[in-house]
């Protein structure tokens, strides 16, 4: 069974289109999130949700809109795209420990390419 | 903020090498450290951990000591493979519920 799961696993648009990516848990996690990782393997947090509850969001432009309908998925919706939101897109599920992040899983990413 | 740097790749090296990826990191505090692992088209994976200082994590016959001195993780492996080559990714976390991840050092290792 696969921990975390994403659809879909490529996905090319038009510019100006607006897309989602889902993305499933089934390790029992409280805490899900997005992060894009550019062309250069730079990667980094998006979001963060807790038990449903957006905990963080980084300076992610407000075409970028992340739900949450449970704790065990985390979707992620982008308006109008433009061409610099081409990039690899993770979703990834941690427990926690207290207030620390344990080990994070990581789906297997979706790649969007905006022509 | 925290923040994590890597070595600069690409790192290329022969079969059998001994490899080193240096990470130092900046961080108030004791923040748990990680190695993540990402193989050509895939999602990363956690290779190995430590969460307090002097602790040594280790996976797959690579390591990683956490060294507060030096504020250092740097992964080490004894012989490399070529089933080795990927993208590695030092990262810390400090509540805040998030990891900060460094730049990544791309891994070729040549038969």
């Known amino acids: 069974d696969t921990a975390v799961s994403q659809t879909p696993k490529y996905l090319v648009t038009q510019m100006g289109n607006d897309k989602s990516i889902k993305c499933e848990q089934n390790l029992g996690h409280d805490t899900m999130y997005w992060y894009k990782q550019d062309s250069k393997k730079f990667l980094k947090i998006m979001f963060s949700?807790?038990?449903?509850?957006?905990?963080i969001n980084e300076t992610v432009p407000n075409r970028f809109s992340p739900k949450s309908p449970d704790k065990a998925h985390l979707n992620l919706h982008i308006n109008s795209l433009e061409l610099g939101d081409s990039a690899v897109y993770f979703c990834?599920?941690?427990?926690?420990?207290?207030?620390?992040?344990?080990?994070?899983?990581f789906g297997p990413g979706t790649r969007l390419t905006v022509t | 903020g925290n923040s994590v740097t890597q070595m600069e790749g690409p790192v290329t090296l022969s079969e059998e090498a001994f490899l080193t990826i240096n990470c130092t990191y900046t961080?108030?505090?004791?923040?748990?450290l990680f190695w993540y692992v990402q193989y050509p088209g895939e999602g990363l994976q956690l290779l190995l951990k430590a969460t307090k200082a002097d602790d040594k994590g280790s996976n797959k016959g690579f390591e990683a000591t956490y060294r507060k001195e030096t504020t250092s993780f740097h992964l080490e492996k004894g012989s490399v493979q070529v089933s080795d080559s990927a993208v590695y990714f030092c990262a810390l976390s400090q509540g805040a519920q998030k990891l900060v991840f460094g730049q990544g050092t791309r891994l070729t290792i040549n038969p």
């Open positions: 961080a108030t505090g004791y923040p748990s």
């Open positions: 990834a599920s941690s427990p926690l420990q207290g207030d620390r992040v344990r080990e994070q899983y």
């Open positions: 949700y807790n038990n449903k509850e957006l905990i």
